[in-house]
T-cell receptor, first 107, second 113 residues
Framework: RKEVEQDPGPFNVPEGATVAFNCTYS??????FFWYRQDCRKEPKLLMSVYSSGNEDGRFTAQLNRASQYISLLIRDSKLSDSATYLCVVGGNMLTFGGGTRLMVKP | DAGITQSPRHKVTETGTPVTLRCHQTENHRYMYWYRQDPGHGLRLIHYSYGVKDTDKGEVSDGYSVSRSKTEDFLLTLESATSSQTSVYFCAISGTAGGNEQFFGPGTRLTVL
């Protein structure tokens, strides 16, 4: 079993749609949680940290469920520019990366 | 964007040749990391450094060595490149220990023929 699991997608959604990604992790001792965004042939970039109480940054909302060991990312009012791969990342002593979920937003 | 550069950005080499990739940062961060990214595997940690001359192995360190003689530079060496080392290599930095957010360089695309 992978330490951090994500549905690879692709998720194909129209502009303006709301889309949600989930991620599960296996190490219950994990202490930090992040979502990164990676564009094609580019480096991963930090999108947002994920806090136990849930947090929001504009159109993006991240939630953490420690009991069930999953993390979610909700994107509202999708834009064409949101098309990318979204990496779920879990931290303990080091960061462990999920394989990513690909999102394609269509006009 | 964090001040991280990688060189070269692209390299094609032959099996058995030595290859050195360079990561340079201007952020004065203590921690530096080398990852490789392959389809189906995501990002995997090769080696990391927690200070000048202080390095340790990651998940996939076989066939790789690293050196850090200055805060700003972290070198990754493939002593004798193999085709299985064809990959995209990313350097990352962080100001605090490994379980916290890291910032990535632009990557080096390496092809071993």
């Amino acid at each position: 079993r992978k330490e951090v699991e994500q549905d690879p997608g692709p998720f194909n959604v129209p502009e303006g749609a709301t889309v949600a990604f989930n991620c599960t992790y296996s190490n219950s001792a994990s202490q930090s949680f992040f979502w990164y965004r990676q564009d094609c042939r580019k480096e991963p970039k930090l999108l947002m940290s994920v806090y136990s109480s849930g947090n929001e940054d504009g159109r993006f909302t991240a939630q953490l469920n420690r009991a069930s060991q999953y993390i979610s990312l909700l994107i509202r009012d999708s834009k064409l520019s949101d098309s990318a791969t979204y990496l779920c990342v879990v931290g303990g002593n080091m960061l462990t990366f999920g394989g990513g979920t690909r999102l394609m937003v269509k006009p | 964007d964090a001040g991280i550069t990688q060189s070269p950005r692209h390299k094609v080499t032959e099996t058995g040749t030595p290859v050195t990739l360079r990561c340079h940062q201007t952020e004065n961060h203590r921690y530096m990391y080398w990852y490789r990214q392959d389809p189906g595997h995501g990002l995997r940690l090769i080696h990391y450094s927690y200070g000048v001359k202080d390095t340790d192995k990651g998940e996939v360190s076989d066939g790789y060595s690293v050196s850090r003689s200055k805060t700003e530079d972290f070198l990754l060496t493939l002593e004798s490149a193999t085709s299985s080392q064809t990959s995209v290599y990313f350097c990352a930095i962080s100001g605090t220990a490994g379980g916290n957010e890291q910032f990535f360089g632009p990557g080096t695309r390496l092809t071993v023929l």
